[in-house]
């Protein structure tokens, strides 16, 4: 695999997911190579986000139902908090989901529980919320109220609806400022219409959604007392973290549980190169990979493998899940299982496809795969948009990497841009806005009450705050975690040290609001 199509990789992988979203998707010109083709947008705003709706409990419980414990709400949004133009004050339905089931209400001289609010990431809200359960296992201990709140572009919160992903002139309203003011915003709102105005409000939130929570608590201090950021890569700016760390990383977890099954996956890229060179390898490569339709470029079975490879790293948890694909316990020691048990002298891509489908098709109920095209099942689309704007998170690929080698260029990055939106990216502008490259010096004398949360399995640690900073802004890391695993719901297998963690992160959030409580109530006095 060359060095250029490896790049688009390095550029700009999603938090979550997006990092190769329809990149495989354009049909071939007339005459043109299967080898190589031109670097396609690397993620195509052509798919609406999907709609789910959801409907009230029938028996009235508050409760959607067993499985969507939420009720959906919509908040009328303004469309541009920072400007007075005549279009800023367009308003847009901004979905957010509600639990009240285990909420403290205020009654006489009672306060209130607590606000416990997620800053919704790059997605369909429902599928963060059904994927946090950590908030729904702790509420009844703080008697809190649920909130989630859907990221603007994303879901169902559509400031132009199906005309929100059209050109540069709606996307423009995308931002990550503009998505904390819709929070602060909606917070604020709430809390007047509920009469507790006083109720303390803890941020959470996972990956992107991390990071915003972090920078939440830092830009709005008088909104929210407390913020709990897990797997936030708000190092992954600028040179503060190193540029290869990503996928040295996850190659690490690959080595760190067979040394052949690193070097399988480091071989087979070029072998694959070499036989999708024509349309006659092509087809024998489409069958090899089981295909729905003859693939026609060798990039897209790269992208579909590099896809697998990466998102097993960052989802390599202890226990059973279905986050972004039905997955095993420990899925990178499943992979590469497959790859040991093959015999001496098998076919490399014929190895490294078997453990790649893995995650596409653990539950075995895929007949074939749809290795270019595809859809975009939890609304992700807006995230290209982000990366080629403010979220410019350099990386590169190093020759110690099982992936190919590749550089990273911000001119490159500009150019891709502006020929996918009209737009340059400002490659600057997060640093600028939330703290610097001294962002450690910002925390310690701006900051406090965030825990920052990391599991060193998940490639995108290490853009993350990996120690204590002061006494209120604490790094609670684990070696054997995954992305935001600790958000997980608690299940009778997880491991002593991932209850430890969560127990820690009760014991810290616990602290907060008992100081703000009494912070509180010696004001009124």
Same mark, same amino acid.
């Given at each position: /695999?060359?060095?250029?199509?490896?790049?688009?990789?390095?550029?700009?992988?999603?938090?979550? #997911?997006?990092?190769?979203?329809?990149?495989?998707?354009?049909?071939?010109?007339?005459?043109?190579?299967?080898?190589?083709?031109?670097?396609?947008?690397?993620?195509?705003?052509? *798919?609406?986000?999907?709609?789910?709706?959801?409907?009230?409990?029938?028996? @009235?419980?508050?409760?959607?139902?067993?499985?969507?414990?939420?009720?959906?709400?919509?908040?009328?949004?303004?469309?541009?908090?920072?400007?007075?133009?005549?279009?800023?004050?367009?308003?847009?339905?901004?979905?957010?989901? #509600?639990?009240?089931?285990?909420?403290?209400?205020?009654? @006489?001289?009672?306060?209130?529980?607590? *606000?416990?609010?997620?800053?919704?990431?790059?997605?369909?809200?429902?599928?963060?919320?059904?994927?946090?359960?950590?908030?729904? !296992?702790?509420?009844?201990?703080?008697?809190? *109220?649920?909130?989630?709140?859907?990221?603007?572009?994303?879901? &169902?919160?559509?400031?132009?609806?199906?005309?929100?992903?059209?050109?540069?002139?709606?996307?423009?309203?995308?931002?990550?400022?503009?998505?904390?003011?819709?929070?602060?915003?909606?917070?604020?709102?709430?809390?007047?219409?509920?009469?507790?105005?006083?109720?303390?409000?803890?941020?959470?939130?996972?990956?992107?959604?991390?990071?915003?929570?972090?920078?939440?608590? #830092?830009?709005?201090?008088? $909104?929210?007392?407390?913020?709990?950021?897990?797997?936030?890569?708000?190092?992954?700016?600028?040179?503060?973290?190193?540029?290869?760390?990503?996928?040295?990383? $996850?190659?690490?977890?690959?080595?760190?549980?067979? #040394?052949?099954?690193?070097?399988?996956?480091?071989?087979?890229?070029?072998?694959?190169?070499?036989?999708?060179?024509?349309?006659?390898?092509?087809?024998?490569?489409?069958?090899?990979?089981?295909?729905?339709?003859?693939?026609?470029?060798?990039?897209?079975?790269?992208?579909?493998?590099?896809?697998?490879?990466?998102?097993?790293?960052?989802?390599?948890?202890?226990?059973?899940?279905?986050?972004?694909?039905? *997955?095993?316990?420990?899925?990178?020691?499943?992979?590469?299982?497959?790859?040991?048990?093959?015999?001496?002298?098998?076919?490399?891509?014929? %190895?490294?496809?078997?453990?790649?489908?893995?995650?596409?098709?653990?539950? @075995?109920?895929?007949?074939?795969? %749809?290795?270019?095209?595809?859809? !975009?099942?939890?609304?992700?689309?807006?995230?290209?948009?982000?990366?080629?704007?403010?979220?410019? /998170?350099?990386?590169? $690929?190093?020759?110690?990497? /099982?992936?190919?080698?590749?550089?990273?260029?911000?001119? &490159?990055?500009?150019? =891709?841009?502006? =020929?996918?939106?009209?737009?340059?990216?400002?490659?600057?502008?997060?640093?600028?806005?939330?703290?610097?490259?001294?962002?450690?010096?910002?925390?310690?004398?701006?900051?406090?009450?965030?825990?920052?949360?990391?599991?060193?399995?998940?490639?995108?640690?290490?853009?993350?705050?990996?120690?204590?900073?002061?006494?209120?802004?604490?790094?609670?890391?684990?070696?054997?975690?995954?992305?935001?695993?600790?958000?997980?719901?608690?299940?009778?297998?997880?491991?002593?040290?991932?209850?430890?963690?969560?127990?820690?992160?009760?014991?810290?959030?616990?602290?907060?609001?008992?100081?703000?409580?009494?912070?509180?109530? &010696?004001?009124?006095?």
């Amino acid at each position: /695999m060359a060095p250029r199509a490896a790049s688009l990789h390095a550029v700009v992988p999603a938090l979550l #997911l997006a990092l190769l979203l329809l990149a495989a998707s354009a049909p071939a010109p007339a005459g043109a190579s299967s080898k190589r083709r031109s670097t396609p947008s690397p993620f195509p705003a052509r *798919l609406a986000p999907p709609r789910y709706p959801v409907a009230p409990a029938a028996d @009235g419980s508050g409760n959607a139902t067993a499985a969507k414990p939420f009720t959906a709400h919509y908040f009328p949004q303004e469309l541009d908090h920072f400007t007075f133009t005549p279009n800023s004050s367009r308003v847009f339905p901004q979905k957010y989901l #509600l639990n009240d089931t285990f909420w403290r209400k205020p009654a @006489g001289a009672a306060a209130a529980g607590p *606000l416990f609010v997620y800053t919704g990431n790059e997605g369909d809200i429902e599928w963060f919320a059904t994927n946090t359960g950590f908030m729904f !296992d702790i509420a009844p201990r703080f008697g809190a *109220l649920l909130v989630f709140i859907e990221h603007r572009f994303y879901g &169902e919160s559509m400031p132009f609806g199906n005309d929100s992903y059209k050109s540069a002139d709606t996307l423009g309203y995308l931002t990550s400022t503009q998505a904390l003011a819709d929070f602060a915003i909606l917070i604020t709102s709430l809390k007047s219409n509920l009469s507790v105005p006083d109720a303390p409000v803890v941020v959470f939130g996972g990956s992107y959604g991390g990071m915003l929570a972090s920078w939440f608590r #830092l830009k709005y201090p008088h $909104v929210a007392m407390g913020a709990v950021a897990s797997s936030a890569p708000i190092l992954q700016f600028d040179d503060i973290t190193p540029w290869t760390s990503f996928y040295d990383a $996850v190659s690490e977890d690959f080595k760190s549980e067979s #040394l052949n099954c690193f070097t399988v996956i480091k071989s087979v890229w070029n072998v694959l190169d070499a036989r999708g060179s024509n349309a006659t390898g092509l087809l024998a490569l489409s069958k090899t990979f089981r295909a729905c339709k003859t693939v026609q470029y060798v990039d897209s079975l790269s992208n579909w493998m590099w896809t697998a490879f990466t998102y097993t790293a960052m989802t390599d948890y202890p226990t059973p899940a279905d986050f972004l694909e039905n *997955l095993p316990a420990y899925p990178v020691k499943e992979m590469c299982k497959i790859i040991d048990a093959f015999p001496a002298g098998a076919d490399v891509v014929d %190895k490294a496809f078997a453990a790649a489908s893995l995650y596409y098709n653990y539950t @075995g109920d895929q007949k074939c795969f %749809k290795v270019e095209g595809g859809d !975009d099942p939890h609304g992700l689309n807006g995230w290209g948009w982000q990366a080629c704007t403010e979220m410019i /998170m350099p990386m590169n $690929v190093s020759s110690e990497s /099982m992936f190919p080698p590749s550089g990273f260029s911000y001119e &490159e990055r500009s150019e =891709e841009c502006v =020929e996918s939106y009209g737009i340059r990216p400002r490659d600057h502008w997060i640093t600028t806005e939330y703290g610097g490259t001294k962002i450690y010096q910002v925390l310690k004398r701006f900051g406090s009450n965030i825990i920052f949360s990391n599991g060193m399995r998940d490639p995108w640690s290490r853009g993350g705050v990996l120690k204590n900073i002061s006494s209120s802004i604490i790094a609670l890391v684990t070696e054997e975690g995954a992305h935001h695993l600790d958000f997980r719901s608690a299940t009778k297998e997880d491991p002593d040290w991932v209850v430890e963690q969560r127990r820690q992160e009760v014991e810290i959030i616990q602290g907060w609001i008992d100081q703000y409580n009494q912070d509180t109530a &010696e004001m009124s006095q």
